[in-house]
């Protein structure tokens, strides 16, 4: 697990190394500032605790009503030297200074707000599930430090010192505090057993990222700041040696729902009220395409491989059948994962799904898909040279340049495109999906717009199909031409809405699917 987020989210690695290292609780290391620190000293000093009230998250004493100082190993205090190296760097890059009351874990630049503590229990779950451990509770890391000290031979009451209990006897204390270096050799000790499970912790290089001085996990940690709720991340190997990577949101218990996102898109694709996944109870699950994200690209892929990579995902997660709902440029996967692999999907819905578009349905769509239908006439090399400068462009200024791709959409639309949380999950999920470069979309695009390379007719499950009766960018023209060859489909239209109505219809579409 640390190495895995050593790799993964340096800034979650600092945090669990100072978890076992120290000790301290959830609420006490959240609380952490700057101020705290004792480079010098190589110590930490915990006076605070931040707690949920009745309001939401708020500072308070700690647990046991007294403030304590723990030493810190070498490896643990580099680590944290590093972390605030890069917590600077990342205040100067909006033009300010990390001040000693910023928080050491903060989901703000200028480390103004902590992370939340439900945030960092997901974030701990995303790292246990990518490492593929048995389940412990972010918690058991304290139990962890002091089971191993008391192993190691450090003396009980050092131990108890270390971890502020409140209970510890009197005796126990004085002896603590008249054996010196005790708690020294409690931060060795814990030192040599950290190292004999987990390299070297090396802060990552900033080489060859996409964006010059915003590395990804910058970019991650900033802008998912106190929204992103997921619960899960994690890579599989497919049986042809690709990577397909994946993302959870919502509970782990909640009924599984496979989310096929639009084009391109990403597994940071969902909807920006992540909270309503809990109030719903599902689990959703979004997946890299070929290509896209951190998905090993497939060349001159179709549809239907994508249908079968969600088969070994759902394998791998040890899930038989999901309810499926495949949104734009994914809806087609959502159809080829039904019509090839029916016994997977309990149910289905498409929302603005894509259809395919004859040169007579073309006048009335949005200037970028007009010209990618009009590319993919023209071979992979037309429709990557159609693509190649949007993605640069869309990596700049995604708001921007995704305002200028919906060129001809309706009022409607261009009223979601102005909402802030609309905005930060679009900037979000753009900057991860095209990372990899402008291969994937091509490869994509060439699939969906040209011949499909399953039979639609085929899709037997219950299906409901949500549209906008103004959708500029997949006609409706193209969907009723579709659903005549597909048999019995619940078409369900809003009148005087275009391509970005289901962002409103969120919970009525996920209500829907969960009745069948």
């Known amino acids: 697990m640390l190495e895995w987020s050593r790799r993964e989210n340096p800034p979650l690695f600092c945090y669990l190394g100072l978890a076992v290292s120290t000790g301290a609780r959830r609420s006490q290391l959240l609380a952490l500032r700057w101020g705290d620190v004792d480079e010098e000293r190589a110590a930490v000093a915990f006076t605070r605790a931040l707690v949920e009230g009745p309001d939401g998250p708020e500072l308070r004493s700690t647990k046991t009503h007294r403030t304590y100082r723990v030493e810190l ?33 903060s989901s703000r630049p200028d480390g ?75 931060a060795e000790t814990l030192a040599r057993i950290l190292a004999a499970n987990v390299s070297k912790s090396r802060w990552p290089r900033r080489t060859g990222l996409e964006f010059p001085g915003d590395p990804r996990w ?87 491989v994508v249908a079968d990579d969600a088969g070994s995902l759902l394998d791998h997660l040890g899930l038989e059948s999901v309810h499926v709902i495949g949104t734009s440029g994914g809806g087609p996967n959502a159809l080829a994962l039904a019509a090839l692999h029916p016994a997977r999907v309990r149910a289905a819905s498409v929302v603005v799904g894509a259809a395919p578009v004859l040169e007579e349905d073309i006048a009335g769509l949005i200037g970028l898909n007009r010209d990618a239908w009009r590319a993919s006439r023209g071979g992979w090399d037309t429709m990557y040279g159609l693509l190649a400068p949007v993605r640069r462009a869309l990596l700049r200024d ?100 275009g391509h970005l109505e289901a962002y409103r219809r969120h919970d009525e579409i996920l209500a829907e699917l969960l009745t069948r």
């Not at 205090?77 to 910023?102: K, N, Q």
């Open 398 to 497: 995604p708001l921007g340049a995704f305002r200028k791709v919906m060129d001809t959409a309706p009022p409607s639309d261009r009223a979601v495109m102005d909402d802030p949380d609309w905005q930060r999950v679009l900037k979000e999920d753009q900057r991860e999906a095209l990372r990899q470069g402008a291969e994937g979309w091509a490869d994509e695009a060439m699939a969906v717009f040209g011949s499909w390379d399953f039979d639609p007719s085929a899709v037997s499950c219950s299906l409901t199909w949500w549209h906008g009766e103004h959708d500029a960018n997949a006609p409706i023209a193209a969907v009723r031409r579709l659903m005549a060859v597909m048999g019995d489909v619940d078409l369900r239209l809003w009148n005087e809405a």
């Open 73 to 105: 190993d070498a490896e643990t205090l580099d680590v944290l030297i590093r972390h605030r190296s890069w917590a600077t760097a990342r205040a100067r890059s909006i033009g300010v200074e990390l001040s000693t009351d910023a928080f050491v874990f």
């Open 218 to 304: 910058w970019t991650y940690d900033e802008s998912v700041g106190d929204h992103d709720l997921a619960m899960g991340e994690g890579r599989l190997t497919l049986g042809d040696g690709r990577t397909l990577a994946w993302r959870e949101y919502g509970p782990p218990d909640g009924r599984p729902i496979l989310r096929f996102q639009g084009m391109p898109g990403s597994r940071r694709s969902r909807h920006p009220h992540e909270e309503s996944y809990d109030r719903f109870g599902v689990r959703v699950i979004v997946a890299d395409r070929p290509g896209l994200g951190a998905s090993t690209r497939l060349e001159g892929r179709g549809i239907s």
């Open 112 to 186: 103004a707000k902590p992370w939340l503590p439900n945030w960092v229990t997901k974030r701990f779950i995303a790292a246990r599930r990518a490492a593929s451990l048995p389940h412990f509770r972010l918690h058991d890391l304290r139990h962890l430090m002091a089971t191993e000290m008391l192993a190691a031979g450090v003396p009980i009451a050092t131990v108890s010192q270390r971890l502020s209990h409140a209970r510890a006897s009197t005796t126990l204390n004085v002896y603590a505090h008249s054996v010196p270096g005790g708690d020294r050799m409690a």
